[in-house]
């Protein structure tokens, strides 16, 4: 295939389709008693609602949206360090434009610069760094956010501070990653899932091997899926596939951009810039060992956190979600965002309780985009 319509033929979803109906039955799984498959990935929750594969394929599979979208996942103590940064006299403070109106317990960084500070959006780190060189006078930061796929970037523009000894670029580093907290999933007791649709872009990135413990550990089939609807409906086929056969491996549906052992440039470079922080808070699922990324000491002058003496080791960071938000339990698969007393009326993009329903990636979003006040009513 070369073009994108390829990826979208109606024939050959029916016929993928057809198959799914097949192994669904021979599984034996049903409406009452579903198969349950997680796509970790938020870029996959709003293809899988953009394109209604969740109404297209049968009622015997549940699609449960885990914590891949890192706007969401990110606490709202981090939320309201990025404030305190923003309103810091001579700062300028660049972020993407998702986090601008997640809510801190004070206020986001969209009302932050109503408020007067001067918070820029950007679509890359290195315009960050332009305006650093623009601006030699004012300190510059950018909001370092993002799974493994955004990670490289960051670090190859502390990379380039560092070359041109730009003193005034600093980054606060929010970067995590994928497998801790799928393996903090699987530990949950609570939890119930019998296979994943792993993440096109992570994998990119870090390859397919990272993800190994989940079959060989925890005995759960993983494939990972590119973003068109022929790509998920192969890689939902390809878990049924292992599951109907007693099987659990790490398979590759997305071959054509994921290599096996992921880029060695982008590798590299996030080896030399970062370290793990002993834990990370996520947002719905606390603290996780070894989930995060700090700056390595050679590069200090660049770590926003040393520089203006915020975030871990600056004291208590733990705060409380908003009453009435259920962005956890629907982060966590304990909850469906229709099922939140708040979807779509206490809780909109316009004015939102929490980040799933201002991200590109939130699974709030993804039904109020694709369902509005249809998926509320719905869920009354």
Not at 78 to 84: F, K, L, S
Not at 276 to 287: I, V
């Amino acid at each position: 295939m070369k073009y994108a319509d390829e990826f979208r033929d109606p024939k050959a979803a029916r016929a993928l389709l057809d198959r799914i109906a097949v192994v669904v039955d021979q599984i034996g799984a049903t409406a009452e008693r579903p198969v349950s498959i997680m796509e970790i990935c938020g870029g996959h929750t709003h293809a899988i609602f953009r394109y209604g594969l969740d109404k297209l394929t049968p009622p015997g599979i549940e699609f449960i949206h885990g914590p891949g979208c890192p706007v969401c996942v990110l606490p709202m103590s981090r939320v309201d360090e990025c404030v305190e940064l923003a309103e810091q006299p001579g700062v300028i403070f660049t972020t993407f434009g998702d986090a601008m109106r997640v809510p801190g317990t004070r206020k986001s960084l969209l009302q932050a610069k109503a408020d007067g500070a001067d918070i820029r959006m950007v679509y890359s780190p290195l315009d960050a760094l332009e305006i650093a060189r623009r601006n030699p006078d004012r300190q510059v930061v950018f909001f370092g956010l993002g799974f493994e796929t955004t990670t490289p970037s960051t670090a190859l523009s502390i990379q380039q501070a560092a070359a041109e000894g730009l003193e005034n670029f600093s980054v606060f580093c929010n970067h995590i990653t994928v497998p801790p907290p799928i393996r903090a999933l699987l530990d949950d007791p609570h939890m119930t899932l019998d296979g994943f649709v792993g993440p096109g872009h992570v994998s990119m990135v870090i390859g397919v091997h990272p993800y190994d413990f989940i079959a060989e550990t925890y005995g759960k089939p993983l494939v990972v899926a590119g973003f068109e609807p022929l790509d998920l409906l192969q890689s939902v086929l390809m878990v049924l596939e292992q599951i109907r056969d007693g099987r659990a491996e790490i398979e590759n549906q997305y071959a054509r951009v994921v290599p096996e052992h992921g880029n060695p440039v982008s590798l590299a470079a996030i080896a030399d810039v970062y370290e793990e922080r002993p834990s990370f808070e996520w947002r719905g699922l606390g603290e996780i060992d070894a989930s995060g990324l700090r700056i390595r000491g050679r590069y200090a002058a660049f770590d926003a956190e040393e520089k203006f003496g915020i975030g871990y080791g600056a004291g208590p960071r733990a705060v409380a979600e908003p009453e009435g938000c259920a962005c956890g339990a629907v982060m966590t698969g304990r909850m469906k965002p229709v099922e939140c007393p708040n979807f779509g009326t206490g809780c909109t993009p316009e004015m939102p309780l929490g980040a799933l329903m201002v991200s590109s990636e939130g699974a709030c979003a993804a039904y109020y985009q694709y369902g509005g006040a249809r998926a509320a009513t719905a869920a009354e």
